[in-house]
Each structure stands twice: as C-alpha cells, then as structure tokens.
C-alpha cells in the first residue's frame, strides 16, 4: 500500500501547533522557539515531507527571468529554427507558474556580437541561461561571469568539458560524426575522397567544428 503523501496540516497535527506555525518553519520565515522547530523537522524528515512546487508557484508573486542566447534562425540556416521552438513551448507552458524566457540571438560567425549579446543577458540578472558555445573563447569568458555571478547555465547542441555546466541538450556530435562518415563511405569507391566544407573565419574558435572527429580520406577544411 502506498503510503499518503503527508501536507503541512498533517505535520501541524502531529507537533500540536499552527499550519502557520510549520510554513514559519519549513520556508525559514519568521521566529519559531528552537524545540518547536525541532519537532516540526523531525516530523517533516521522518515522512519524507516533498513541498508542492507548483503551488508554491502559482502562490508566489515573484517572477522567475531565465534567457537563452541561440544564433539568428534564418531561411539559409534554418537548424537553430527547432530549439528556439522547443524553448517557446517550454516557456509557454511556465507562464502560468511565473517562469519567463527571453530570448537573444547573436549572428552565426560574428564573436562582437555574441559577446554584445552576454552582456545584455549579465545585465537582465538571470535566474538561468541556456546557450550554445559556437564561440570557445568568448563563451568561456561568458561562463566565467555567470559562475561569478551564481547564474547556472545549460549548454545547447555544443559543449565545453571542464566547465561547471548544469546540464548538456543536443547530439552526440563526436558519433553523430562517425555515423555519417561511415554511411558516406559505403556510398563511395575505395579510391575516391570525400570533402567536407565549413564556412568559418576563425576555425580555433569555433568550439563545434574544432572538436569534430577526423576520418582516414576526409578531407576537413573551413574558409
């Protein structure tokens, strides 16, 4: 038998105080003598007491900002298109819970402008970011001020290892590459080559590409 999931009334009656006098205690509000407190947390612990988020939401009046920081979906590039799509539905369905996105795009090979853009999203004082670290260098002094400034971040479609990120959404690009070198190569005779080109200005920089797998008679180059 499932055991009752316990609320605070049911804590309020266990200890012989107020329902007030538990939210006092569980939300750290107010003054409560130190063996009341006791008590209400033994009693909290001991059945694994789980506060309603949700509720706790809908009830408070603070709004929670989070931004995220995508390149510019456009007809040419229309990639970016689906996780700024799938960041609307996610928000759309926050709003009711006082959760707000905004959304800052920067253009694709352009460092001056996604470095413009973070500093309007360290200036909004977010809650969390979500963004892709197209750009290694500026990303990981971008990283560096969130960290700074206590901002969790999650990193879109591309990843810096050895950064305190608090979650990764995307591909497997280094097997999503292996998969699609080896599906090009049983399409091809064994004496043929396979060229692959990126648009870049500046390949150390652009974290996605650099750190993409090599293959034996792929050529790999970026203008």
């Known amino acids: 038998m ?3 999931k316990i609320r605070i009334k049911d804590i309020a009656e266990q200890a012989g105080v107020s329902v007030g006098t538990v939210d006092r205690v569980l939300h750290n509000r107010g003054e409560v003598a130190e063996e009341t407190k006791r008590k209400i947390l033994e009693i909290a612990k ?3 007491y789980q506060p309603n988020l949700i509720a706790r939401a ?4 603070k709004q929670c900002i989070f931004a995220s920081l995508l390149p510019t979906p456009s ?3 229309i990639f970016w298109k689906r996780p700024l799509n799938g960041i609307s539905d996610a ?11 905004e959304n800052f795009f920067f253009e694709h090979y352009n460092e001056k402008d996604f470095v413009k853009q973070t500093e309007a999203i360290l200036k909004l004082q977010p809650a969390g970011v979500v963004f892709s670290p197209i750009f290694k260098k500026e990303s990981l002094e971008f990283v560096r001020k969130l960290e700074a400034k206590e901002i969790p971040y999650v990193f879109l479609e591309s990843k810096i ?5 608090l979650a990764y959404v995307g591909s497997d690009g280094y097997h999503g590459g292996r998969v699609a070198a080896n599906l090009i190569d049983f399409g ?3 004496s043929d080559d396979i060229l692959i080109v990126n648009l870049a200005k500046d390949l150390e920089n652009i974290h996605h590409l ?7 008679r792929l050529f790999y180059g970026s203008w």
């Open 58 to 61: 809908l009830t408070s009046k």
């Open 161 to 165: 290892e050895d950064c305190n990120y």
């Open 46 to 48: 001991e059945n694994n």
């Open 188 to 190: 091809v005779a064994p």
């Open 2 to 4: 499932v055991k009752a």
């Open 91 to 101: 928000a759309l369905e926050l709003e009711q819970f006082q959760v707000q996105v």
């Open 210 to 216: 650099k750190t993409n797998p090599r293959f034996p």
């Open 75 to 77: 007809e040419e590039d």
